[in-house]
């Protein structure tokens, strides 16, 4: 057991405790231990005793017994008597936004729903609004995130995908030579409603026995046929297809498996459709099918019928930003806040992989849930990255890295940054995004966004419009005020690279460029390992179009100094 699958355990201990109305101080007793050990940074909890967990912040005997308890067995006695007493469709309500447990506690125990089907149809007819307790409002919030879930329902992010494709692809070429991903996967798409895998084989009935006997595979008989099996992986919902192809038509049906129906139906030189072309003609290579068709040649990521030819006519494909083209990794957290490396470990590292800058942006004072830095910690941050610097100086002055010092600053509600101006003017850089007050009007949420835009000290926007990929949906903003604001004020947009946001949704990328917006490639990260999330940015990146003249964290370190400096200077003189 990870020390966050952990947490996990007791904050929903806690929440199934306040919906079945135990002792507030007992649920109490579960969050704070939630918290606490959500900050943990120093060991790992499974491997400690009753009595040296009772020795952390917020944790009691009791508490500490149950933890020991379920890094051993995943769970403990308490817990599984509350999920026996909790039918599982009430379970799934604690996945609506807008409801905790306690109006959950109402529906169910006062309305009697206990699935969301019935819940959903209770909203429809207007009986939740007529609810004490409940009213108007709650109902419209559980109807739009009713419609948010069947929305998202049997995807699963890009980096759960890749996970799960390549469990299948090590069994598959265990027996095959030349297996490849197709589909979403294949087009680096932020969610995959598919994983589509074509194996090069004469005999599908090989690839049937060699299905069959992969345990984590469940076939759906009526769907599949001699040549394609169609099931899911056990206990993941998303649909898989598997599809035996003749040697001849690897390539052909690679392009077609991978393609969107709009570029496939983007008309050729000839003046037939790319899938007419590609359906009846073999082809040696994708290039040489864009080449037949006289088009430009297309990478695999772009291949949405999304404007990609248009961007071909003042673009080629080399254009396109790529991990080695990046420089240096901005919008990163340390144990500051609530990273789970220090500040040294994460710049190290940060060396280590090549890069010539860490931007270290932890979270601002307001953000106390992430332990955002007051006044006073700001600035013996800056002294420990004043020391750094001047070690790394010297341990190699031919080959310069540094940290520079920035913050990600909460956007009140109001717009404004989280701190006095004299301090925000001691950053280098400034990442300023939404954390708090989400459930916004696209007009109050595009207000508040430019007012943050056109404050001088701000260089980044980060994740623009706060999303959570298949969890949350973000606050609807007007991009196209925001993105000409940003060009206004010269202000850097982030593609967050983290998997769970990938965000700015790439769509936006090309009216960014237009607009001669730059785009920052952030991980987000808040520990080492979640640098590698730049390949999931880098990916959505190329999507859109990103070239590596339009990527803010392209430059190399003394072209990002005298660019933050020049800003500084005009920010102060402002």
Not at 38 to 64: F, N, R
Request: hydrophobic residues 40%.
């Amino acid at each position: 057991m990870s020390n966050p699958e952990i947490v996990e355990i007791l904050e929903l201990t806690a929440k199934l405790l306040e919906l079945h109305g135990a002792d507030p101080f007992k649920i109490k007793g579960y969050s704070i231990a939630a918290f606490y050990l959500d900050k943990y940074k120093d060991g790992e909890l499974k491997d400690m005793s009753q009595a040296e967990l009772t020795k952390l912040q917020g944790i009691g005997k009791s508490t500490a017994a149950k933890i020991v308890e379920i890094a051993h067995t995943g769970t403990f006695a308490e817990l599984e008597e509350l999920l026996a007493n909790t039918p599982l469709g009430v379970m799934e309500m604690f996945n609506i936004k807008g409801i905790g447990p306690k109006k959950i506690a109402i529906l169910w125990k006062e309305l009697g729903i206990d699935n969301l089907h019935e819940l959903e149809l209770v909203c429809l007819n207007g009986a939740v609004a007529k609810v004490k307790g409940l009213g108007g409002s709650i109902q419209q919030k559980i109807l739009d995130s009713l419609a948010f879930l069947k929305d998202q329902a049997g995807k699963l992010r890009m980096d759960k995908a890749e996970v799960v494709a390549e469990a299948i692809l090590v069994e598959l070429r265990k027996t095959f030579e030349n297996v490849e991903a197709a589909g979403d996967l294949r087009r680096k798409a932020e969610t995959v409603e598919a994983i589509k895998i074509l194996v090069n084989t004469d005999s599908p009935a090989l690839l049937h026995a060699t299905l069959a006997g992969i345990e984590f595979l469940v076939q759906e008989e009526k769907r599949s046929s001699p040549f394609i099996w169609r099931g899911k992986v056990q206990d993941i919902a998303v649909e898989v297809e598997i599809i035996a192809v003749k040697p001849e038509r690897m390539v052909n049906e690679l392009f077609l498996e991978t393609a969107a129906p709009d570029h496939l139906g983007y008309l050729t030189a000839s003046g037939e459709t790319i899938w007419r072309q590609v359906n009846f003609e073999p082809a040696e290579s994708e290039e040489a099918i864009y080449d037949k068709a006289g088009l430009p040649y297309i990478v695999t990521e772009m291949r949405e019928g999304a404007g990609e030819f248009q961007w071909a006519e003042t673009h080629r494909a080399e254009d396109l930003i790529t991990w080695g083209d990046l420089k240096g990794i901005l919008h990163n957290h340390s144990t500051y806040s609530d990273g789970q490396h220090t500040l040294e470990q994460m710049a190290l590292f940060c060396r280590e992989l090549g890069f010539e800058y860490l931007g270290i942006a932890d979270h601002s004072q307001t953000a106390s849930y992430a332990q955002g830095l007051k006044i006073e910690d700001v600035i013996r941050q800056h002294e420990e990255i004043e020391r750094l610097n001047t070690r790394f100086a010297n341990e190699n002055p031919l080959q310069p890295f540094k940290i520079l010092k920035g913050i990600e600053s909460d956007i009140l509600g109001d717009g404004s940054l989280d701190y006095p101006n004299e301090i925000l003017a001691s950053f280098d850089y400034i990442v300023a995004s939404v954390h708090s007050n989400l459930t916004m009007t696209r007009e109050k949420a595009t207000a508040r966004l430019l007012r943050a835009i056109e404050n001088p000290y701000t260089t980044i926007l980060g994740h623009p419009t706060g999303r959570l990929l298949l969890s949350r949906e973000g606050y609807p903003i007007d991009h196209q005020v925001i993105i000409d604001a940003c060009a206004a004020h010269k202000v850097v947009v982030e593609i967050n690279a983290s998997p769970w946001r990938l965000d700015l949704d790439w769509r936006w990328i090309s009216y960014c460029m237009d607009k001669g917006v730059m785009l920052s490639i952030n991980p987000d990260a808040h520990s080492k390992e979640g640098y590698y999330d730049m390949h999931y940015g880098v990916a959505v990146a190329r999507k859109g179009g990103l070239t590596k003249e339009m990527t803010f964290n392209a430059f190399m370190l003394a072209d990002m100094e005298a660019y933050l400096k020049n800003r500084l200077s005009k920010s102060v003189v402002m």
